[in-house]
């Protein structure tokens, strides 16, 4: 396997959605910051996991009940190494990022007193905003917000102007979902941890796009989705350093992630079931790790390059073909999402001309991030998001057809 470039129109083989129609036209599908697709070989798993080896893990002695267990924590450890994380018991299957971050959330709470702070960014998604208002709210610490530069940084004087001994979480995107950014993860762990507080890295966006490696940028807690990289809905990740996990409080109580109980108490189970309770979804969980093996099989560093050139061509053509265009973020440093908007045409009508004209799916809104939108003084903005399976000429499609729509519009 070349592992220097993607084989675009092979891995396209792989993905019978692509091969749909909207309104007559071939499907161009440029919303995978929203949602991945998924490959024949996750389809395929997920089916032969109910045909063959389904039953519920960790419980009993029969046959696919250990089969089951096994190709769960097959997963598990294939989330590991591609994260490299050190230890087994670091990664904790959730049901997506937004869990992951509340889990986070809810647990540290009762390790936190009036005075505590938080320190997080106006780029963030709303799942990585909304559960550190929930404890400011509740439990009276203070949260705190860099600004950004014009072009979309994050404003990094700004970011350690705010942290302190205080500051016990300092909670950060990877890469953004708006902007396509991709963040001084690692300055921005030095920082916080020169104070002594925590990390938490929402690696939505970034895990999908990018090689992760956490030992590398020492994160304390890392949080991401599968659904946005090839594997099923409903399975995600939270990765934390284990002697932190060791002290913190399950988030869920019931069954699978207690050692003993009586009707007194509960004692709880090992790292990383604790975390884990009540039945896991153990079959998407499966299924995660084949697409895990999609994308090593490409190779991160292949996936990366394919999107960044997309990324760069789009931006290109669009400024010299599409008057008016306001494109969001910085030039360098990016993956491929690309948010634009213009002064004369509310976003949304793009997206639907897009649609129902062109087959070409984008979005538009504040993609859960208003604040963000805000800071920039907007209201929306419409995104094309690309992923493995996009190619130079949907990108030349999509800019043709924008410049088409937004012509007509003005007319
Ligand atoms: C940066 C970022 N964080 C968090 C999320 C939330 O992911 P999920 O809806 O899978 O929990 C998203 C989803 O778009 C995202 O882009």
Redesign the pocket.
Known sequence: MDHNSVDVLKVREDFPILKREIHGKKLVYLDN???SQRPVQVIKAIEEFYSQHNANIHRAVHTLSSESTELYEEARRKVRMFINAKFIEEIVFT???????NLVAYSLANTLKEGDEIVSTVM?????MVPWQMLRDRFGITLKFARLTKDGHIDLDHLASLVSERTKLVAV?????VLGVVNPVKTIINIAHDKGAMVLV????SAPHLKIDVAAIDCDFM???S??MLGP?GI?VLYAKKDILERMEPFLRGGDMISTVTTERPTWNKLPWRFEAGTSNFADGYAFGVALDYLNALGMDAIEKHEHGLANFTIKLLEERVPGIHILGPKENRIGVVSFYFDDIPHDLIGILLNDEFGIAIRTGC???QPLHEFFGLTGTARASFYLYNTLEEAEYFVNALEEVVAKLRK
Not at 95 to 101: G, K, V
Not at 173 to 177: E, G, K, Q, T
Request: hydrophobic content about 30%; aromatic content about 2%; overall charge negative.
């Open positions: 910051a929203a949602t049901r997506n990022t937004t869990e992951a971050i963030e998604h709303h799942s990585n995107n990877h890469v953004s979902n929402d690696a939505a966006q949080a991401f989705s659904h946005k809905t995600g993609h859960c991030a």
